[in-house]
């Protein structure tokens, strides 16, 4: 169980990351301005979250990982 911060996930890329609120034509419909490319936007967000959880589940697994001497 991690937190993943949703800020920005309807608004950022899940191919190449970039963060615009134009990515978002409506509220079915993801087109990137940076790389093109088109999703369904909910979809998009969840790539996003998955990403994102991925990312803190495994930083918060390293932190825990005492460092051998
Ligand atoms: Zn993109």
């Known amino acids: 169980m991690v937190y993943v911060d949703p800020a920005y996930t309807s608004q950022e890329c899940a ?4 963060i615009e609120k134009k ?3 409506n509220q079915a419909l993801f087109i990137c301005r ?3 490319v ?4 909910d979809r998009n967000a969840s790539h996003m979250i998955a990403q994102r959880g991925e990312t803190v589940w495994t930083a918060g697994r390293e932190s825990h990982i005492p460092a051998t001497p």
Request: hydrophobic share 30%; proline share 0%.
């Open 23 to 25: 990515n978002r034509v």
């Open 15 to 18: 191919e190449c990351h970039h």
């Open 38 to 41: 088109v999703a369904h936007a």
């Open 34 to 36: 940076s790389c093109g």
